[in-house]
């Protein structure tokens, strides 16, 4: 990710150059874009270290949660900074054109800046697929519902980088083409709507998390048969997981112990269950209580 954040600055300080000496309004777009995406790299570096600090007495869930609030600072700064900048630029350039010059740098700094962004996001896509295929998800689906916001917010800024180049060599090239600023300026205009829409899911999805969401039911299953398998266990009548940040969930469940153990032991056997439960890297905390007789069973699967 520190290599991102410096790809990224070199970027926008190359289309803040271009957009300065063509005074094209997609290259200005293209410019804010970059800048608010080397802005929300150092706010995912904050919360991908922030999230990982241990829990504490007075956090006894520990911080993952830190992921989901600086992700969403991030998020936020996308769609004022990138989306707002962007559509009120195009704006002012519809009302008041301007002519543009030097097309030569702006094509030069659009195609060095499509390699370089092309590069990190087939690293984003590689992780998403490798993620994706482990949650048997599919891949749009695994870069939505991820519990990691750092990984869906590098591979879905990494795509509108493409989309948003793409954009802006079209608003340029029809400039260059037509010798109206008309085009130049909606192109602006289409890179802040695509930014807008971006940072629009990332922050639902954040707050979704923020708030509280459900393990997925892959996650959930396997949290079920971890309880099976624990040969203290004969069933499990009720279970929730809920996510406490990227890959962590707290699991609390009600099961029915083998066996006819004496009262005084039950809840010796029901904490050894659950820190043998919580020796699982995804399981931050887990809290276990007795069933009553009437409860039905779960099984894995049955959703």
Not at 3 to 17: E, G, M, R, T
Not at 69 to 82: D, V
Request: charged fraction near 20%.
């Amino acid at each position: 990710m520190v290599l991102a954040f410096a790809a990224n600055l070199a970027i926008a300080v190359a289309k803040s150059v271009a957009a300065a000496l063509t005074g094209s309004a997609s290259m200005v777009a293209e410019a804010t874009h970059s800048w608010a995406d080397t802005g929300n790299e150092v706010l995912l570096l904050i919360a991908n270290r922030r999230s990982r600090h241990p829990a504490d007495r007075a956090h006894p869930l520990g911080f993952g949660r830190e992921a989901y609030i600086w992700s969403m600072f991030a998020a936020l700064g996308l769609f004022a900074l990138g989306a707002g900048v962007s559509i009120t630029h195009g704006v002012q350039e519809l009302i008041h054109p301007e002519p543009a010059s030097d097309y030569g740098v702006a094509y030069a700094v659009l195609g060095i800046s499509f390699v370089l962004e092309a590069i990190s996001f087939r690293q984003a896509y590689r992780q998403v697929r490798s993620e994706a295929a482990s949650a048997d998800r599919d891949l749009l689906e695994h870069a939505l519902k991820t519990s990691d916001p750092t990984v869906r917010a590098v591979f879905a800024e990494d795509a509108a980088a493409l989309i948003g180049l793409v954009i802006a060599f079209t608003g340029v090239l029809a400039h260059q083409l037509t010798g109206s600023p008309v085009p130049d300026a909606i192109g602006s205009i289409l890179v802040g709507v695509l930014l807008g829409v971006i940072a629009v899911v990332l922050i639902d999805r954040n707050r979704r998390f923020l708030v509280g969401e459900e393990a997925s039911p892959q996650l959930r299953d396997a949290g079920l048969q971890a309880l099976l398998d624990l040969p203290e266990v004969d069933r499990v009548t009720m279970l929730r997981m809920e996510y406490l940040g990227p890959r962590q969930v707290y699991l609390v469940a009600a099961v029915d112990l083998a066996g006819d153990a004496a009262e005084h032991t039950v809840a010796e056997i029901l904490d050894r269950c659950a820190r043998r439960l919580e020796q699982r890297s995804h399981i931050r905390k887990a809290v276990l209580s007795l069933a009553t007789a009437d409860e039905p069973a779960l099984t894995p699967g049955a959703g």
